[in-house]
């Protein structure tokens, strides 16, 4: 589909007759013999061309581009009544020859007019129909149109010089300066991978066979998972519907090079006349060409390994307001009232949690803090305002912690889980915990001596004195305590779970494509919101309630609030799973990880994706942002812990001690330390701010995005826990700094 460049070299549009793209290739570069099978096709009469050229006219024109129609219709010299004899008849577009798409402008046109795509039947002058069909330029979208999406593996070479072209672009990398041989070799996997799917795509079973196995092997170790899956795509029937395929058409590489090295690899496959990749490149690969010192094999591979290659520079320049919300004022009581404060059973609510130290937080306005309405957020109600009060004083009881002062760890582990322990959340307080199993229950403990009771029956509640102190105390009924309680109303496991903050509420979410919200009063379900069709792995409520997060399978994460059956924002972007959502402390940022080894940070308020993290090597499954909100740390199945710089949008430390999927990740109180739990059945305590101070800020050169990662893995990690064959799936800092995790006791 490279036609954008033909306007440049031929005074009219041209059409090469030939069904396939790769008539283009000649003019992109010069003539060359061996790339081109289908050139010698006789060209169709002008007839068609302008049967073909009227049609696209007319399409445009339906769709209201009219500065497009101006531009084309004088590119190609036609009257300017031509449209107008035209008539309804063009729509249908050409009915003999092919159709080739002529372009407005010279940029990526067929992004922003439409993709004519064209099935030429074997005959030379066989009757080829060409339908004209709009191509979403998102990548976001649920199911692209597949038809639309395959057929750029249309154009075709002789399959035999595959190997060739492959061998002679390897020879010339390994052959370069080692100062470039690093940024060149990024090329090999996306060139490996469309070279493959275009051989398939022709029905050349046998040599796709061959490539595969001649040069699998060559491929980073990072992308294993991906090859298994590409090792059985061997037909052309097996790529339809496939996810993973479709991800990787529709959305172009990413990869940074520094422009002496992009110089070089062009030089060289324009004296090769090597069209055949130059066409992939052009057609499937965003360089993102920078100034400056080329990179080296570790700075490189640090950022590499996501499904669609690294993140565009411009894709994390965008200001993200990283700073806390202002605290609102509530004066401490005197001693003597405190312990009636204590005693009322207001079902003290909301707390904000992981805020700075002590309740003496300044009480200037970060200039780094989205403003205070920035996003509406729900009214302080008296219970929260106690609550906000027991925080501050369990805060003042709250233990510093540091390399020398480690916290204590207390396990729970879920004994005889046979239900299959799939998801666990504290409350913030910790005086709940709940579980989401794999038999469809969500189970509800109580970890203080208090048991759980439920509200009484409404005609109870009738007989009850409303003006009495301890009205909040009299609606529970004495009948029902219990230590704990199990929740019926999903249909398939529960893989996310989460307390709200001022403890009312629990949300579940489940592989029925639900998320239910739970009353923690009546231990009934108020709402199951729909709106993923597929299993949902994460939910997470905003550190300030009401609003909450979703993702799952269906690649786009949405933002619900209680009260509304209908999602408020959707994030769609990724290009697999979103595995797991966080909530950033000001609640205006929503960090979403995913199984496409990338993570995303959206602004709530927009819905913009304002920045992309790649480096992980496989599926995401644990986000924490730091207290202070500046930075993130994120957990994959590759065991090692990333450390990113949210304002700076660069990765800023790496952890590596786990050898299994990390499921969990914890700042303390203060974010002095940085807990992570992993299936290895280890908790392990890193000297988060050792990790974060030793950032000089000037060393980022965000320019370019070089990052030295020091590797002192082994200077951070303070401590290493092993539990009794316990996979550690939650863990939870008390407000005084005690560390809980939990898991399932796996014998």
Same mark, same amino acid.
């Given at each position: 589909m490279d036609d954008a460049v033909s306007k440049h070299q031929s005074p009219e549009p041209s059409n090469d007759g030939s069904g396939n793209n790769n008539a283009n290739d000649g003019r992109l570069l010069s003539t060359s013999p061996g790339a081109s099978s289908g050139g010698n096709k006789t060209t169709a009469g002008s007839s068609e061309d302008q049967q073909t050229l009227l049609a696209v006219l007319q399409f445009l024109r339906k769709n209201n581009l009219s500065e497009s129609v101006e531009v084309l219709r004088r590119e190609a010299g036609l009257p300017e009544d031509s449209l107008e004899l035209k008539g309804a008849d063009s729509t249908g577009a050409g009915s003999g020859g092919a159709a080739g798409s002529a372009d407005s402008e010279g940029g990526d046109a067929n992004a922003l007019l439409s993709r004519v795509t064209v099935s030429s039947s074997a005959g030379a002058q066989g009757p080829t129909k060409s339908t004209i069909q709009t191509c979403l330029s998102e990548a976001g979208e649920d199911q692209p149109d597949v038809s639309v999406v395959l057929s750029a593996y249309s154009q075709q070479g002789d399959p035999a010089l595959y190997d060739v072209y492959y061998s002679s672009l390897k020879r010339f990398i390994e052959t370069v300066l080692d100062c470039h041989k690093a940024e060149l070799s990024q090329v090999f996997y996306p060139l490996f991978v469309h070279m493959y799917l275009e051989l398939v795509y022709n029905n050349h079973e046998n040599e796709a066979k061959a490539f595969f196995g001649k040069f699998s092997g060559d491929q980073e170790c990072y992308y294993a998972d991906d090859l298994r899956v590409l090792s059985s795509l061997t037909k052309k029937e097996h790529m339809r519907g496939n996810e993973t395929l479709l991800d990787f058409r529709t959305s172009k590489f990413v990869l940074r090079i520094s422009r002496d090295s992009y110089q070089l690899?062009?030089?060289?496959?324009?004296?090769?006349?090597?069209?055949?990749?130059?066409?992939?490149?052009?057609?499937?690969?965003?360089?993102?060409?920078?100034?400056?010192?080329?990179?080296?094999?570790?700075?490189?591979?640090?950022?590499?390994?996501?499904?669609?290659?690294?993140?565009?520079?411009?894709?994390?320049?965008?200001?993200?307001?990283?700073?806390?919300?202002?605290?609102?004022?509530?004066?401490?009581?005197?001693?003597?009232?405190?312990?009636?404060?204590?005693?009322?059973?207001?079902?003290?609510?909301?707390?904000?949690?992981?805020?700075?130290?002590?309740?003496?937080?300044?009480?200037?306005?970060?200039?780094?803090?989205?403003?205070?309405?920035?996003?509406?957020?729900?009214?302080?109600?008296?219970?929260?305002?106690?609550?906000?009060?027991?925080?501050?004083?369990?805060?003042?009881?709250?233990?510093?912690?540091?390399?020398?002062?480690?916290?204590?760890?207390?396990?729970?582990?879920?004994?005889?889980?046979?239900?299959?322990?799939?998801?666990?959340?504290?409350?913030?307080?910790?005086?709940?915990?709940a579980g989401g199993f794999a038999d469809s229950t969500v189970r509800v403990w109580s970890v203080t001596p208090k048991k759980l009771r439920k509200v009484k029956s409404a005609a109870d509640l009738n007989l009850i004195d409303k003006e009495s102190d301890d009205v909040l105390e009299r609606i529970m009924d004495e009948k029902t305590a219990s230590e704990s309680k199990i929740l019926y109303g999903h249909s398939g496991p529960v893989y996310g779970i989460s307390f709200s903050p001022d403890r009312n509420y629990l949300l579940s979410s489940s592989e029925d494509g639900t998320?239910?919200?739970?009353?923690?009063?009546?231990?009934?379900?108020?709402?199951?919101?729909?709106?993923?069709?597929?299993?949902?792995?994460?939910?997470?409520?905003?550190?300030?309630?009401?609003?909450?997060?979703?993702?799952?399978?269906?690649?786009?994460?949405?933002?619900?609030?209680?009260?509304?059956?209908?999602?408020?924002?959707?994030?769609?972007?990724?290009?697999?799973?979103?595995?797991?959502?966080?909530?950033?402390?000001?609640?205006?940022?929503?960090?979403?990880?995913?199984?496409?080894?990338?993570?995303?940070?959206?602004?709530?308020?927009?819905?913009?994706?304002?920045?992309?993290?790649?480096?992980?090597?496989?599926?995401?499954?644990? %986000?924490? +942002? *730091?207290?202070? @909100?500046?930075? /993130?740390? &994120? #957990?994959?199945? =590759?065991?090692? !812990?990333? $450390?990113?710089?949210?304002?700076?949008?660069?990765?800023?430390?790496?952890?590596?001690?786990?050898?299994?999927?990390?499921?969990? %990740?914890? +700042? *303390?109180?203060? @974010?002095?330390? /940085?807990? &992570? #739990?992993?299936? =290895?059945?280890? !908790?392990? $305590?890193?000297?988060?701010?050792?990790?974060?101070?030793?950032?000089?800020?000037?060393?980022?050169?965000?320019?370019?995005?070089?990052?030295?990662?020091?590797?002192?893995?082994?200077? /951070?990690?303070? #401590?290493?826990?092993?539990?009794?064959?316990?996979?550690?799936?939650?863990?939870?800092?008390?407000?005084?700094?005690?560390?809980?995790?939990a898991g399932a006791y796996n014998p």
């Open positions: 690899l062009k030089r060289h496959l324009q004296e090769r006349q090597n069209n055949q990749i130059w066409n992939i490149i052009q057609e499937h690969l965003y360089i993102d060409i920078f100034d400056g010192m080329p990179r080296s094999k570790s700075q490189i591979d640090a950022m590499s390994g996501s499904l669609a290659g690294e993140a565009r520079r411009e894709a994390n320049k965008a200001k993200v307001y990283y700073g806390l919300l202002k605290e609102p004022e509530i004066e401490l009581p005197l001693d003597d009232e405190d312990e009636e404060a204590e005693n009322e059973e207001g079902k003290p609510k909301k707390k904000k949690p992981k805020k700075d130290s002590m309740g003496s937080k300044s009480k200037k306005q970060d200039p780094n803090a989205p403003s205070q309405n920035r996003i509406p957020l729900p009214e302080l109600k008296d219970s929260d305002k106690l609550d906000k009060i027991m925080y501050m004083k369990e805060a003042t009881k709250r233990i510093r912690l540091g390399p020398e002062n480690l916290p204590s760890i207390c396990f729970y582990s879920f004994l005889n889980a046979y239900q299959g322990l799939t998801a666990v959340d504290f409350t913030d307080d910790s005086s709940l915990i998320i239910r919200l739970w009353s923690l009063q009546t231990f009934t379900c108020l709402v199951g919101y729909k709106g993923h069709n597929y299993p949902v792995w994460d939910t997470q409520f905003s550190p300030h309630g009401y609003y909450f997060v979703s993702g799952g399978h269906d690649r786009v994460a949405r933002l619900w609030a209680t009260d509304h059956y209908q999602p408020l924002r959707m994030f769609s972007g990724h290009l697999a799973d979103i595995t797991c959502t966080r909530f950033h402390p000001n609640s205006n940022y929503v960090a979403t990880g995913s199984s496409d080894r990338t993570i995303r940070l959206w602004d709530v308020l927009t819905g913009n994706c304002v920045r992309i993290f790649t480096g992980h090597k496989g599926p995401i499954h644990a %986000l924490a +942002f *730091s207290p202070n @909100g500046k930075f /993130l740390a &994120s #957990g994959a199945t =590759d065991g090692r !812990v990333l $450390l990113w710089d949210i304002g700076h949008g660069l990765m800023v430390g790496e952890l590596k001690g786990h050898t299994d999927t990390i499921y969990s %990740l914890k +700042f *303390s109180r203060d @974010g002095e330390i /940085l807990a &992570s #739990g992993s299936m =290895d059945n280890t !908790v392990r $305590l890193w000297d988060a701010m050792k990790a974060f101070d030793d950032l000089e800020t000037d060393d980022f050169t965000a320019a370019t995005g070089h990052i030295h990662l020091q590797d002192n893995s082994q200077e /951070l990690l303070l #401590g290493t826990y092993m539990t009794k064959s316990t996979p550690v799936i939650h863990l939870h800092f008390t407000r005084r700094n005690l560390l809980l995790a």
